[in-house]
């Protein structure tokens, strides 16, 4: 197809940013939502790019990125989110955390509390939580992965069943309209699900960008998380899902 000059800046914009809403690329383009509905259309159909739930992305970045690019993507974001969930988090608790980008700028946020325990699969957060504030940390051993330096497995997911925790966090690699929490490695999805056993507060940190998003495989059910903490307000249908199954939403103030 011949490229209007929108269509090119449409197509810059997910070439830098990965996945974009609909309403980010209206407000970006300074063109109304039908606008932009147009524009995305013939590109969905020449197959440049997929279109998902309020959200569109080129093919090749359906998958996540490796971590330190996601570690970029959308950080405002997830400083915010994870601001506010740190804001539950008091001195002397236990907290347990998978692997992530968001749950490692959480961890960085945790630098500010005193006499935490923490229980993690992240090298990254336990690095950056051990030996100060008289914080105790325990990490899960298993198969390191080189991405993010974390570890899976039979192993951490047995380590980690020993702990009964405070605070049960997780970040989501997508948030499917029917079918849940999901993510894209059997791995991280099992030790996720069982991360959010473990806890009293079982807590998922996620930008808007996930939702919409349908991942491989499935972390678990809306009813099996009690707090959700996202950077913007979630749309009709999702919110609808959400008060359904009692799943409180925390939208985090960039």
Not at 36 to 42: A, G, S, T
Not at 118 to 142: E, K, P
Not at 202 to 207: R, V, Y
């Amino acid at each position: 197809m011949q490229l209007s000059k929108r269509h090119s800046e449409i197509l810059r914009i997910l070439r830098e940013d990965g996945t974009c809403s609909i309403i980010d690329l209206s407000q970006r383009l300074s063109v109304s939502l039908e606008t932009i509905r147009r524009d995305v259309k013939p590109l969905a159909q020449s197959g440049e790019i997929l279109k998902m739930h309020g959200a569109v992305a080129l093919p090749y970045q359906m998958g996540e990125a490796p971590f330190e690019r996601r570690m970029r993507e959308n950080a405002e974001a997830k400083r915010a989110i994870a601001r506010q969930a740190a804001s539950h988090i008091q001195d002397g608790d236990t907290v347990m955390m998978d692997t992530g980008t968001t749950t490692s700028l959480l961890a960085r946020e945790l630098l500010k509390k005193r006499g935490l325990t923490i229980v993690t699969n992240s090298s990254d957060i336990a690095r950056t939580l051990a030996t100060v504030n008289g914080d105790t940390v325990f990490m899960a051993g298993g198969e390191l992965h080189g991405d993010n330096g974390a570890a899976f497995g039979p192993s951490a997911i047995e380590f980690i069943q020993r702990f009964k925790v405070h605070h049960a966090i997780i970040s989501i690699g997508a948030v499917d309209i029917e079918n849940g929490m999901m993510d894209y490695r059997l791995d991280e999805a099992e030790f996720a699900a069982t991360v959010l056993s473990r806890g009293d507060n079982a807590m998922i940190i996620s930008d808007h960008t996930k939702f919409g998003r349908s991942g491989l495989v499935k972390v678990c059910d809306y009813s099996d998380v009690d707090i959700l903490i996202t950077d913007r307000e979630p749309d009709a249908e999702f919110r609808a899902v959400f008060d359904e199954r009692d799943v409180k939403v925390e939208v985090a103030q960039t």
